[in-house]
């Protein structure tokens, strides 16, 4: 299997029109059968003919020839999309095109977008810093053709914006079973015996004439010739690289075999460790741009969850999964304010008046987009409190006492998990466990042994100062034991993982980092020096 790493979508066409639009052209191919002047010139009367990107497009869809400027004939997908019978199976199609094109772009894209398992919803600039770090072990690809690829998954009913983000469509969740029986690694070891085997068929250079090495010509710069015909460097290009090289983001060099983003042999002592720990948390105590949201700051008065642990729950329950779907961009403290005014979590809780008629009270929150987007998380609160009065009298005010006899933190992660959340939104167990501890009221060491919430940039600083030898997340036990590690250095003088979830604001932290020779931290990139 390829990697590719080349998309566009088709010239002055809207993003709702692309599949009618390709679907005209296919058609139009197969019924006229026309040569290559005479598809150019209506493609042109259409608007859509861009020397450079049309035949390039087209091509990747089924339509052979236009390369040669020879004869037009349609090939898979192009018959394909043409034979299906339903938008359905069209879907099917193109997104089973997708995937050959590039499995593990698909398969990353698909697995971080689903919040059923860790994922959440994402923007394409989100999606392509995680695809453009080393946690992703792909080839890499440019910012206009993964929005390009983003955009033709959309029409391939992979994926759908939900709100303003990218969430899953059906299509996508049908293919996540595909995705997931995807072996990284098997597939990056075939792809390099591929090209191995492909470097023996090639002819043997002239002598005299001998390659440079792979370092060497991943450094070369890429130049352009001026009129004079003098080679220039285009300051603002890329440094060219070998198909095979890592992103231009890329950390550390991992040894052979190794899953890029895990453990590579470069981790700092355990004595370097403390002393990045203590370097953090000093930086972090005179950082003047915290951007930090907690309980606190979303107005949570600690005395209410004696006067109503139910409501109380519900309330911090509910921002947990606004901040976890949403972020810090979106207006969530003037959002649950809004509610507060309309007594919104004490009617939920009391089922006098409930979801339907507080919204309508509030007239859906007309003219604020933000609110709008925002109540769409709502619909989670009926289920939590069900889950609450099912299982919230274990979850009383002796909360502290029942804690004696757990097992440690493991247990108490696990019962927040399955009891309040009832199986769903890790990210949201771990903020409910750290912000219940912050305010007092599960004041217990087992609770504080999992309060550091192993969101993608702790666990990324994490594993980049060798607290953890993964920044991967398979699953909710592997986040729980990412936090058991980080809460043994990181508790809650510095508010738990705060500092390591703006690490590069104040270190300037990043792969390939320029500060390397110069930072006082300890990290895995300084070590493989």
């Given at each position: ?353 409930g979801l339907e008629e507080v919204l309508a009270e509030a007239d859906w929150f007309r003219g604020q987009l933000w609110f709008e987007r925002l109540a769409e998380s709502l619909v989670h609160t009926l289920r939590f409190r069900h889950l609450l009065e099912v299982n919230g009298e274990r979850l009383a005010a002796d909360f502290k006492e029942a804690l004696e006899a757990e097992r440690g933190g493991a247990m108490v992660a696990e019962r927040v998990l399955a009891d309040l959340f009832g199986g769903s939104f890790y990210m949201a167990s771990f903020w409910l466990i750290r912000e219940m501890y912050s305010l007092g009221l599960w004041d217990h060491a ?84």
């Amino acid at each position: 299997m390829a990697q590719r790493v080349g998309f566009k979508v088709l010239p002055n066409t809207k993003d709702e029109l692309l599949l009618d639009r390709l679907l005209t052209i296919l058609a139009t191919v197969e019924r006229e059968r026309p040569n290559f002047k005479q598809l150019r010139e209506s493609l042109r009367e259409l608007g859509i003919w861009k020397r450079e990107e049309t035949p390039e497009i087209l091509e990747f869809f089924g339509v052979s020839g236009l390369s040669e400027r020879g004869r037009i004939t349609l090939r898979p997908p192009a018959n394909q999309l043409l034979a299906a019978d339903s938008p359905a199976e069209r879907q099917k199609v193109l997104v089973s095109h997708l995937y050959q094109a590039n499995p593990l772009l698909v398969k990353y894209i698909l697995e971080a977008l689903d919040v059923t398992d860790g994922g959440r919803l994402h923007s394409t600039h989100e999606l392509y810093r995680y695809i453009s770090s080393y946690a992703y072990p792909g080839d890499y690809i440019k910012l206009p053709d993964f929005q390009s690829f983003i955009k033709w998954l959309g029409v391939a009913g992979a994926v759908r914006i939900i709100g303003i983000r990218w969430g899953l469509d059906e299509a996508g969740k049908a293919q996540l079973p595909v995705v997931r029986s995807l072996d990284v690694e098997e597939f990056l070891e075939d792809e390099a015996l591929e090209d191995e085997d492909a470097m023996v068929d090639l002819p043997d250079a002239p002598p005299g004439n001998t390659p440079p090495d792979f370092d060497e010509e991943a450094r070369m710069e890429p130049e352009s010739t001026t009129e004079s015909g003098v080679a220039q460097r285009d300051p603002s290009a890329p440094p060219k690289r070998p198909a095979r090289t890592p992103p231009p983001l890329q950390g550390p060099a991992m040894r052979p075999g190794r899953r890029p983003g895990s453990d590579s042999g470069v981790t700092p002592s355990p004595r370097e460790r403390l002393e990045t720990v203590a370097l953090v948390k000093a930086w972090w105590g005179g950082f003047a741009h915290k951007r930090v949201v907690g309980a606190r700051e979303l107005g949570v008065v600690p005395n209410d969850y004696a006067k109503d642990f139910k409501v109380f729950l519900l309330r911090m329950m509910t921002a947990a999964v606004l901040l976890d779907s949403e972020g810090q961009k979106a207006p969530v403290r003037a959002f649950l304010a809004r509610l507060d005014e309309l007594a919104a979590f004490d009617r939920i809780a009391s089922a006098v008046g409930g979801l339907e008629e507080v919204l309508a009270e509030a007239d859906w929150f007309r003219g604020q987009l933000w609110f709008e987007r925002l109540a769409e998380s709502l619909v989670h609160t009926l289920r939590f409190r069900h889950l609450l009065e099912v299982n919230g009298e274990r979850l009383a005010a002796d909360f502290k006492e029942a804690l004696e006899a757990e097992r440690g933190g493991a247990m108490v992660a696990e019962r927040v998990l399955a009891d309040l959340f009832g199986g769903s939104f890790y990210m949201a167990s771990f903020w409910l466990i750290r912000e219940m501890y912050s305010l007092g009221l599960w004041d217990h060491a087992a609770v504080a042994a999992v309060a550091v919430v192993p969101t993608y940039q702790t666990r990324e600083a994490a594993f980049r100062l060798g607290f953890v030898d993964s920044l991967y997340a398979d699953g909710f036990a592997s986040l729980l034991t990412t936090s058991q590690i980080l809460a043994r250095f990181f508790g809650e003088d510095c508010g738990f993982n705060a500092p390591l979830e703006q690490l590069a604001d104040g270190f300037g932290c990043r792969f390939r980092c320029p500060h390397v020779t110069t930072c006082p931290l300890a990290c895995r990139e300084k070590r493989s020096l």
